[in-house]
């Protein structure tokens, strides 16, 4: 009997549950449902199940695709753009779609009142901007200075409606908000008035609702995973996708390597509370790529990853198809290169340790986030590797806040170990870190004139592409970029870790991306039990 009770009340519960409900976690509470005000994972989350944009870049293809225009046209040097709408569209209030609403929302982008992060993108030269209907179904905008890559930055611009009394609860996209439990959950209910339909003519999204738990705990969200209470883990570390895999090895899924870093840079900023010598060996490029020819990135693939990450070579991943320099090779592993290069600019073994030329002994400190178990495996292959060539590496551990202080604020470090989570394919994304006035130049930001000629010269190439409008021109700049990089390693790109995930054999039409969003891009055309349905 107790059997059978146990029994119906699992049934009842699982009763309860939408059957056409997706289940999954997001780390943090959402700091915002204003599309334009996004800056934290959570709240973009939020904004790409809900919010409809005029072009969407398809995360599988890496290709721009229009959504709410049928078609669009960037003139007058990248200042300029015009979108033909699509028409009999409307919000999930039922407020029709109309040219109106782009308009105002680019003028509420730009506004400086707001500070929307997301128009950061959009602010190439000071002044304003101007947008307005151009006919019944169609709308310009002309920004002050040229934009690159400007139709593709409309890929983050959710468009609101001018008129609606719900304001940015009225959303185009192919869910709303309809229930929400701070430290809870998140419920997103199926928009009534998605314009899209599948190639059967069958209505989009298929999807009744999406519930989205609020969880921090990695382990009990994997745990929920295996109890059928999830039905994606959207990120798993290397030694949870084994775990798993062991276990349910259909749910797992490894799309190749991500476009985020895994890096070490060194302090090279002048005011930094270091000695000189120790500064000059920071500054000199021969030391970087020494020390970069002497880490084995294979192990760390290897060891670290468990096989679930690639060698990295430089800005662009290698997923990154179109703007990766494929004439650029990770640095190669070599200990004796490494010292060979060492002994060039100076240095020279003594017994078991490695001296400058004024005899000071070659030790420094690399410091990370403290909990972070891939990043103290990551330090213990890069210490074994460089005491190979007499260099003493002291581990020092941080909690978060006070790592970033230190590289960002007081500059009291000699190198780091961080990941850096990159977003974008295009360059642009990376401005605010190689341009040698940016405050995230990481290794000496915020420079009031480049103080090197090769820094100078990423300046000219990063601001070259900006401007220019040509693809192939833009791509050439940028392959530059990344020859600099490779020759003079202010940044020691170590590994790109693939994207690692976890779905239930209960979702159809999955098909996994390496560009965030990776399980859930094509949420609308997803479904769970049933066949299989159009994913066109």
């Known amino acids: 009997m107790l059997r059978l009770v146990a029994a119906l009340l699992f049934t009842l519960t699982l009763a309860a549950q939408s059957a056409g409900e997706l289940r999954f976690c997001l780390r943090t509470e959402p700091k915002t449902f204003n599309p334009l005000l996004v800056e934290d994972e959570s709240s973009e989350t939020i904004r790409y199940l809900t919010a409809g944009v005029l072009v969407r870049l398809n995360r599988y293809t890496q290709e721009l695709e229009g959504e709410l225009t049928s078609k669009w046209k960037v003139t007058e040097n990248g200042r300029r753009i015009d979108f033909d709408l699509r028409q009999n569209v409307s919000f999930s209030d039922g407020t029709p779609f109309t040219c109106e609403d782009v308009a105002y929302t680019i003028r509420q982008l730009m ?39 400007l139709a593709a930055q409309f890929d983050q611009v959710g468009i609101l409606s001018a008129r609606s009394a719900h304001k940015e609860s ?28 599948d190639a059967n003519g069958k209505k989009l999204p298929y999807l009744d609702a999406i519930r989205l738990e609020i969880q921090q705990n990695r382990e009990l969200e994997l745990l929920r995973f295996r109890r059928n209470q999830l039905d994606i883990v959207n990120k798993l570390d290397p030694e949870m996708y084994d775990r798993l895999s062991a276990e349910m090895p259909k749910s797992v899924i490894d799309a190749g390597p991500s476009l985020d870093w895994e890096v070490v840079f060194f302090n090279q900023v002048a005011s930094a509370p270091l000695p000189d010598y120790k500064r000059r060996w920071f500054q000199s490029d021969e030391f970087r790529r020494a020390i970069s020819e002497a880490i084995n990135r294979d192990d760390i693939c290897r060891v670290v990853y468990r096989g679930h990450a690639r060698p990295a070579v430089g800005p662009a991943s290698v997923s990154n198809r179109f703007w990766l320099n494929a004439s650029l090779k990770p640095a190669p592993y070599s200990a004796s290169a490494a010292l060979a290069r060492l002994e060039r600019d100076g240095f020279h073994r003594s017994g078991n340790a490695l001296l400058d030329r004024d005899r000071h002994k070659v030790e420094f400190s690399m410091i990370t986030n403290a909990g972070n178990k891939l990043h103290e495996r990551t330090l213990a292959l890069i210490q074994q590797d460089l005491a190979k060539l007499g260099i003493q590496l002291n581990v020092v551990v941080l909690d978060f806040p006070s790592l970033i202080e230190r590289i960002s604020r007081s500059f009291n470090y000699e190198s780091v170990l961080m990941a850096i989570t990159n977003v974008d394919l295009d360059p642009n994304g990376q401005m605010n870190i190689w341009l040698s006035s940016a405050d995230n130049h990481q290794w000496n930001p915020a420079q009031k004139t480049p103080a090197t000629p090769w820094e100078a010269e990423i300046d000219k190439l990063m601001q070259a592409q900006n401007a220019a409008q040509d693809l192939n021109k833009r791509k050439a700049y940028f392959d530059k970029v990344q020859q600099i990089v490779w020759e003079r390693a202010p940044i020691l790109f170590l590994v790109n870790p693939n994207a690692l995930s976890a779905v239930s054999s209960n979702v159809k039409n999955v098909t996994p991306a390496t560009l965030r969003p990776q399980i859930y891009w094509n949420a609308e055309r997803l479904t769970i039990g049933g066949t299989l349905v159009s994913q066109r």
Do not use: Q
């Open 111 to 149: 506004d400086p009142a707001l500070h929307s992060p997301t128009g950061d993108a959009f602010r190439s030269a000071p002044g304003a901007v101007e947008s307005k209907c151009t006919g019944a179904a169609s709308v310009m905008a002309r920004f002050p200075g040229p934009v690159a890559a």
């Open 170 to 197: 009225a959303v185009l996209g192919p869910f709303m908000v309809g229930e929400y439990k701070a430290g809870s959950y998140i419920l997103l209910r199926r928009n009534p008035n998605y314009w899209k339909h």
